[in-house]
């Protein structure tokens, strides 16, 4: 869900070809999540293996994963821990949505109505512990780094992306901007061709770079202020005020200064808003990582993904293939610049 900010926040279009040679973090579970509800069949249903188990997730990380590192991308997942119980809600909330687009979907499966369908389908997606432990298998095999977050993992992308052990946090959220990430990128593993629901009209999907300090200046904000205009509209931790958006939130903001002015001039009621804001500014993070990029375990891919999944043997063949070269191309890129 997120907080939501794209009223008064700025993005530079991108390619995926700008971020040759970038290291990036990535939020694994925003980006598994966009697996699950974007790769599915026609009618809705997710990729199952033989015995009815999701391999969505699985497929996009392969696939997706290997046209990053094909760009030059050094990628590492970072994967969220214990949610902080001021979550509950939100979480709450999340699993009456998906309900809800269940029923529905089932509807319009009866109806005949697979677009609707489909649409719905996305809606219900859900990403379990068995999920994120075949996901970080797939990883392994693959060679690709991934951090186990103490909390949230887009807390601690900003982190790493602030300390400058990688160049840019990856999500689809506005969140890593108020955890502090000095670059956030946007859209970098769903790019391409995507179909506007219910419509007949395709869109061009691209990344974009949103370059936090840049925005601030523009603003006339500090990072905190910027965590109260997040906490005025609502994140993953409160509900925020009714009828009050971005823009409203920033001309609050600019008028009285502090959430707190705000409050007591308007007489709002913001529970726990003194430890959600120190949960953006002081998150929990760890520094208990290390980032290392290995040879993809080729036989480990097929005997995971094809002898256990049900994945197409050529499929799974050729990315193997992809990643292998891209991974070659790459160190000796790295070892050219010495010379």
């Not at 902080?84 to 979907?105: F, G, H, P, S």
């Not at 690709?144 to 689809?172: C, F, L, R």
């Not at 601030?216 to 931790?237: A, P, S």
């Not at 308007?266 to 290995?294: A, G, Q």
Request: with cysteine; aromatic share 8%; proline share 4%.
């Amino acid at each position: 869900m997120g907080v939501k900010l794209s009223g008064i926040i700025e993005s530079e279009p991108r390619k995926m070809r700008d971020f040759n040679g970038w290291t990036i973090a990535i939020d694994a579970y925003n980006t598994i999540y966009q697996f699950l509800s974007i790769i599915r069949q026609p009618d809705g249903t997710p990729l199952v293996d033989r015995m009815g188990r999701v391999t969505s997730h699985l497929s996009g990380l392969l696939y997706r994963t290997t046209n990053l590192v094909e760009n030059g991308i050094k990628p590492v997942y970072v994967f969220d821990g214990k949610p902080d119980e001021l979550k509950n809600n939100t979480i709450a909330q999340r699993k009456a949505v998906k309900e809800k687009a269940r029923k529905e979907y089932e509807k319009a499966i009866e109806e005949g109505d697979l677009e609707k369908a489909r649409t719905k389908a996305q809606a219900t997606s859900k990403l379990t512990w068995d999920m994120v432990d075949e996901s970080k298998k797939l990883l392994e095999f693959m060679g690709i780094p991934y951090v186990q977050a103490p909390s949230e993992g887009e807390a601690q992308a900003s982190y790493m992306s602030a300390k400058g052990d990688v160049n840019a946090a990856a999500s689809q959220d506005y969140d890593s901007l108020l955890f502090g990430a000095p670059l956030l990128i946007r859209n970098l593993t769903i790019t391409g061709r995507r179909k506007l629901p219910r419509k007949r009209i395709y869109v061009n999907i691209e990344p974009e770079l949103i370059d936090t300090e840049k925005n601030l200046k523009r603003l006339g904000l500090t990072r905190k202020q910027l965590v109260e205009i997040g906490i005025l509209v609502g994140t993953d931790f409160n509900e925020g005020i009714r009828g009050i958006g971005p823009k409203k939130a920033l001309k609050l903001i600019e008028k009285h200064g502090t959430l707190e002015n705000i409050i007591k001039a308007k007489e709002y009621e913001i529970s726990n808003y003194e430890r959600i804001r120190d949960m953006f500014l002081n998150p929990k993070v760890t520094d208990d990582y290390v980032l290392e990029w290995k040879n993809p375990d080729s036989e480990g891919i097929r005997e995971y993904l094809c002898r256990k999944k049900d994945f197409s043997e050529n499929r799974v063949s050729a990315a193997v293939k992809r990643l292998k070269d891209a991974r070659k191309k790459a160190a000796q890129t790295t070892l050219d610049s010495w010379f």
